[in-house]
């Protein structure tokens, strides 16, 4: 096991290893992954206080059949919709950007290894390694970090559905 400081050392050395699109797919990822926690957490703890609010605003308009009462009713379920569904297309679009992330790193790093085929030819393996390796270390990165974003926000827009779902029937 490592401790923090070693965990620390590792991560940055292979945060340097990567380059600059390792440190973009690094940021870009922080940041899906906030705003996943943060949908998970509304869904959890605040979206149930906000259909008890959108209930109780119906509550006058239950058992009327109007047209005035139908609008209401759409316009509380819209209302829902926007605040639970919020940041559902940026949490998607980070994933999504993710894997272009990590398609450039692949191309800065095949560019620093002609660089180094310009300069030694191809008997420099260490200098074509380093080139490699960064073209590898962002694919790889980008690929997985995208992949969990795509779960995650798969998984969201389902909940977020079945949830939608459930309020329109307990406002009838």
């Not at 290893?17 to 703890?45: C, D, H, N, Q, T």
């Amino acid at each position: 096991m490592l401790s923090p400081v070693e965990f620390f050392d590792v991560a940055q050395g292979f945060l340097e290893k990567g380059g600059p699109a390792l440190w973009a797919i690094l940021l870009v990822s922080f940041v899906m992954w906030m705003l996943i926690i943060e949908r998970y957490w509304y869904i959890y703890f605040s979206y149930p206080l906000k259909l008890n609010k959108i209930k109780a605003e119906w509550l006058p308009y239950k058992n009327i059949h109007s047209p005035k009462a139908q609008r209401k009713r759409c316009y509380l379920l819209k209302k829902l919709d926007i605040s639970v569904a919020s940041n559902l297309l940026n949490i998607k679009a980070l994933s999504q950007a993710l894997p272009l992330l990590g398609l450039l790193g692949t191309v800065i790093g095949m560019i620093q290894t002609f660089d180094v085929i310009t300069v030694f030819g191809n008997g420099n393996a260490r200098g074509l390694a380093g080139g490699i390796s960064i073209a590898l270390l962002t694919t790889m990165s980008g690929l997985i970090t995208a992949l969990s974003g795509l779960y995650f926000s798969a998984n969201l827009n389902e909940r977020v559905r079945l949830l939608l779902e459930d309020a329109e029937s307990e406002l009838d």
